[in-house]
């Protein structure tokens, strides 16, 4: 694949990203688009570049970004607002929108993790995007943080959290903490394995996050708004051993979304020790991404969407609770 800078700017803050072309000199474009969306601590060299290498070969363009206050981009260090980096996602199509050698008409998103949700909040009010895939999703952030805990854990949590709102009132700075206080990898020793040998090899990864960010987090619900999705299509994928973000997670996107939609939990999978290039696991879920995709964009123009009743703003729920989750979905697996 080639590779060429292509910076743009969110909320007035130049993000780093890469252009990922196929290896064709040309022959394929306008190429259609696919925007990978980080997880939690990610970084545009790890996942969004596998996937870049993969989804190259098979004719797409991949723009790879760092979402603010990551990698070179510009931003706060720290600060990890899933609703803050669902504009800078928003800022990567419009940068793709206007590009010569990309198609405007055919760009699609993939979130990891905590971008699963990410690209749903996203594509919920942005019709130019005509399809979405998420894997290893979260759909509400209470829920998904809360099953990651112990109740002594959880509570100091809370706990922390509301402690630090009456700091940053007095002081104007939030309480910077380690990413594991709020993310427990101890508890999934698959993902918490290959987290250690693996990710850390990526300079920055691992870096502290403010409590903030952790309320935020909480306040996080894309299944609160992922039914606007539709008509366009939908892709969920999870691991069904995943022991990081719970099954479930997907099965309630699942359930709150509207068809086209479709569910697979792949079986024997965990969150992310399946993630390498050459893995057959990865390599059939990039199979399983370039039918989704080539299906979706051969459909014509994206559809208006199909009218819903008003959903929280910014994919945000109160922090207070847990949502209820949804029955277990009935889906295609």
């Given at each position: 694949?080639?590779?060429?800078?292509?910076?743009?700017?969110?909320?007035?803050?130049?993000?780093?990203?890469?252009?990922?072309?196929?290896?064709?000199?040309?022959?394929?474009?306008?190429?259609?688009?696919?925007?990978?969306?980080?997880?939690?601590?990610?970084?545009?060299?790890?996942?969004?570049?596998?996937?870049?290498?993969?989804?190259?070969?098979?004719?797409?363009a991949v723009v790879a970004f760092d979402y603010r206050g990551f990698g070179t981009s510009e931003g706060e260090r720290g600060r990890l607002v899933p609703q803050e980096w669902a504009e800078d996602l928003r800022a990567a199509v419009d940068r793709a929108a206007a590009a010569e050698l990309l198609d405007a008409g055919r760009i699609a998103l993939l979130g990891w993790g905590m971008g699963g949700g990410v690209v749903v909040a996203e594509a919920a009010d942005d019709l130019r995007v005509r399809a979405v895939a998420s894997v290893n999703c979260i759909s509400d952030g209470t829920r998904s943080t809360r099953n990651m805990h112990d109740e002594a854990t959880w509570n100091s949590l809370l706990e922390r959290i509301a402690g630090d709102r009456?700091?940053?009132a007095e002081r104007g700075r939030s309480e910077i903490t380690s990413p594991w206080d709020i993310v427990r990898l101890d508890r999934d020793g698959r993902t918490d394995g290959y987290v250690g040998e693996e990710l850390y090899k990526a300079p920055g990864f691992g870096s502290g996050v403010s409590l903030e960010s952790a309320e935020m987090l909480l306040r996080f619900s894309p299944q609160s708004v992922v039914h606007r999705i539709a008509p366009r299509p939908l892709l969920v994928v999870h691991g069904a051993e995943n022991g990081l973000h719970l099954p479930e997670e997907?099965?309630?996107?699942?359930?709150?979304?509207?068809?086209?939609?479709?569910?697979?939990?792949?079986?024997g999978a965990g969150h992310t020790e399946w993630m390498f290039d050459e893995h057959p696991t990865f390599r059939a879920l990039v199979e399983e991404l370039d039918a989704f995709y080539a299906e979706a964009f051969a459909h014509g123009p994206a559809a208006q969407p199909v009218p819903a009743p008003a959903a929280a703003p910014h994919a945000s729920a109160p922090a207070s609770a847990p949502a209820p989750a949804p029955a277990p979905a009935t889906a295609n697996a």
């Open positions: 694949m080639h590779t060429h800078a292509f910076p743009f700017f969110s909320s007035g803050l130049r993000l780093d990203a890469d252009l990922h072309l196929p290896d064709d000199n040309g022959a394929g474009a306008p190429y259609p688009v696919v925007i990978p969306a980080s997880g939690y601590q990610g970084l545009k060299v790890i996942h969004p570049e596998r996937f870049a290498r993969a989804l190259t070969a098979r004719g797409y009456g700091r940053r997907a099965r309630a996107l699942y359930e709150h979304a509207r068809e086209p939609k479709r569910l697979h939990l792949i079986e």
